[in-house]
T-cell receptor, first 114, second 113 residues
Framework: AQSVTQLDSHVSVSEGTPVLLRCNYS??????LFWYVQHPNKGLQLLLK??????LVKGINGFEAEFKKSETSFHLTKPSAHMSDAAEYFC????????????FGKGTKLSVKP | DGGITQSPKYLFRKEGQNVTLSCEQN?????MYWYRQDPGQGLRLIYY???????QKGDIAEGYSVSREKKESFPLTVTSAQKNPTAFYLC????????????FGDGTRLSIL
């Protein structure tokens, strides 16, 4: 069965410093992986997706993620945090079925200090 | 602009009352989904539908019901059987393939009076 674990429930960084949000996955096949961002009282917005093409995936707003099969990881990074990056981030894996169902991590709340 | 519209944004339910949350999409997506979000628990799947007039239970379907009479619409009813309905409800749509993302509405926050 597929699953995803976000290793930190809360990450705090200073503006201008790098961001690292960690995600490990478990999958019995080659997975499709996604990162979404959620601002307060809003829906989820897709940041980026990995679907077995390039292992380094670039997304919106300067975020990127690297798929590492040997480590079963899909960590999200950004070189320099901005105040507007403060939000909750979800790592998501496809359940592998033909119906496009997704399995969500519990989320990592990112705080950015001025 | 194409997107998903959820209404209302805030909803209050009295004891013993059924309430219906609206979800409409104009993305021409075949698949639609309802999720429940509680603090610290991520999103949990309530119901999903791959085509009109067909839907399946997700992980936490008890106390909820849905219909899919039109491709664009997938309303969710929270029945009185759902004893802990206070949550943030998110609707999503997609093409229904495992390597494609889902697109989300802005949610409805349901509270108990």
């Amino acid at each position: 069965a597929q699953s995803v674990t976000q290793l930190d429930s809360h990450v705090s960084v200073s503006e201008g410093t790098p961001v690292l949000l960690r995600c490990n996955y478990s999958s019995s096949y080659s997975p499709s992986l996604f990162w979404y961002v959620q601002h307060p009282n809003k829906g989820l917005q897709l940041l980026l997706k990995y679907t077995s093409a390039a292992t380094l995936v670039k997304g919106i707003n300067g975020f990127e993620a690297e798929f590492k099969k040997s480590e079963t990881s899909f960590h999200l990074t950004k070189p320099s945090a901005h105040m507007s990056d403060a939000a909750e981030y979800f790592c998501v894996v496809s359940d592998g079925g033909s119906q496009g169902n997704l399995i969500f991590g519990k989320g990592t709340k990112l705080s950015v200090k001025p | 602009d194409g997107g998903i519209t959820q209404s209302p944004k805030y909803l209050f339910r009295k004891e013993g009352q059924n309430v219906t949350l609206s979800c409409e999409q104009n993305l021409n997506h075949d698949a639609m989904y309802w999720y429940r979000q509680d603090p610290g628990q991520g999103l949990r799947l309530i119901y999903y539908s791959q085509i009109v007039n067909d839907f399946q239970k997700g992980d936490i379907a008890e106390g909820y019901s849905v219909s899919r009479e039109k491709k664009e619409s997938f309303p969710l009813t929270v029945t009185s059987a759902q004893k802990n309905p206070t949550a943030f409800y998110l609707c999503a749509s997609g093409v229904g393939r495992h390597n494609q993302p889902q697109h989300f509405g802005d949610g409805t926050r349901l509270s108990i009076l």
